[in-house]
């Protein structure tokens, strides 16, 4: 695998860091995962731009200039075969403090690090969409937007590790994790709707959480789809009650679920509406590529 990192494209055994990057000391940086639909980027200028949100707020300047993103992609994913008709391509952005003395002081670090990543796309298995999935709500609660804000999509993501943890010892697909206030965030890479008598439902952004790009290209589908929307605040009892659940993120569109806390949703099968936008994602998303 060729990898870009700070200046260059190099082999996947040359591309070491120090272990005096801030981000491996402190979790100090930020990242995006993109993906390709063959060739063409998906939200490509939404996701450079979180990106560089993220930087912002945690004071980190991203020493790429935003025009030459498209080409250093374009150039990850071409020397590794991807991005063609055969292979749809996962790309990782990942941008730390840089190098710097065991200090918490971000100016101990000169130059931030970066660095590309360009892998096979390998979405979930079509049984899962076909049967649907199961959560667990997470005992392990969202970082506070006081705090590390969820919506600086940070290198330091032990909360939602700890909530995978929590998935992976309950067998099940991912988990859910509630705010400080007991309310619905997300999954620990996702978005979470679910649809209650034809309506659909979402967190808000306020409630602590990541604001998701296919969440707001979703969002806009469900609105050309005559679907009525809510964004609020919500129980995991009110999602327990719901007809209807899915998971959405940028590799997996949308992930039909079936059960929470080992009770069902709906009928235990993906339901009508859940198939109708996942549909009408996929018939639409060429809108949202860009070259
Ligand atoms: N929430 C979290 C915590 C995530 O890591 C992700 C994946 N980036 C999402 C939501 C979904 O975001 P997107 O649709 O932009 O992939």
């Given at each position: 695998m060729w990898i870009f990192l700070n200046d260059r494209f190099v082999t996947e055994q040359d591309a070491k860091i120090s272990v005096f990057d801030h981000g491996f000391l402190?979790?100090?940086?930020?990242?995006?995962?993109?993906?390709?639909?063959?060739?063409?980027?998906?939200?490509?200028?939404?996701?450079?731009?979180?990106?560089?949100?993220?930087?912002?707020?945690?004071?980190?300047t991203v020493p790429i200039p935003p025009s030459e993103w498209p080409r250093l992609l374009h150039e990850a994913m071409d020397r590794n075969q991807l991005g063609n008709d055969q292979t749809d391509?996962?790309?990782?952005?990942?941008?730390?403090?840089?190098?710097?003395?065991i200090g918490l002081d971000p100016a101990l670090c000169q130059t931030p690090t970066v660095v590309i990543m360009a892998k096979p796309l390998h979405p979930p298995a079509a049984e899962l969409y076909q049967r649907g999935v199961s959560l667990v709500i997470a005992q392990t609660r969202r970082n506070l937007p006081s705090a590390l804000s969820p919506q600086i999509k940070a290198t330091n993501f032990l909360n939602n590790i700890l909530a995978k943890r929590e998935a992976i010892a309950a067998?099940?697909?991912?988990?859910?994790?509630?705010?400080?206030?007991?309310?619905?965030?997300?999954?620990?890479?996702?978005?979470?709707?679910?649809?209650?008598?034809?309506?659909?439902?979402?967190?808000?952004?306020?409630?602590?959480?990541?604001?998701?790009?296919?969440?707001?290209?979703?969002?806009?589908?469900?609105?050309e789809?005559?679907?009525?929307?809510?964004?609020?605040?919500?129980?995991?009892?009110?999602?327990?009650?719901?007809d209807e659940c899915f998971l959405t993120n940028t590799s997996m569109e949308v992930m039909p679920v079936v059960s929470v806390n080992g009770q069902s949703i709906g009928h235990s099968?993906?339901?009508?509406?859940?198939?109708?936008?996942h549909r009408?994602?996929?018939?639409?998303?060429?809108?949202?590529l860009e070259p």
């Open positions: 402190y979790g100090d940086g930020v990242y995006e995962t993109i993906r390709s639909y063959g060739a063409r980027i998906f939200m490509r200028d939404h996701h450079l731009s979180r990106l560089h949100r993220s930087a912002d707020a945690i004071g980190l391509a996962y790309l990782r952005i990942t941008v730390s403090r840089g190098v710097g003395e067998r099940v697909f991912d988990a859910l994790l509630l705010n400080w206030e007991g309310h619905l965030t997300e999954g620990t890479v996702s978005n979470v709707f679910f649809i209650s008598q034809g309506r659909l439902y979402t967190p808000s952004v306020e409630c602590g959480l990541l604001d998701g790009i296919t969440r707001t290209i979703l969002l806009q589908m469900a609105g789809l005559k679907i009525p929307v809510h964004e609020g605040r919500f129980t995991p009892e009110e999602l327990l009650h719901a099968t993906p339901g009508p509406l859940t198939r109708q936008l009408h994602f996929i018939d639409n998303r060429s809108r949202f």
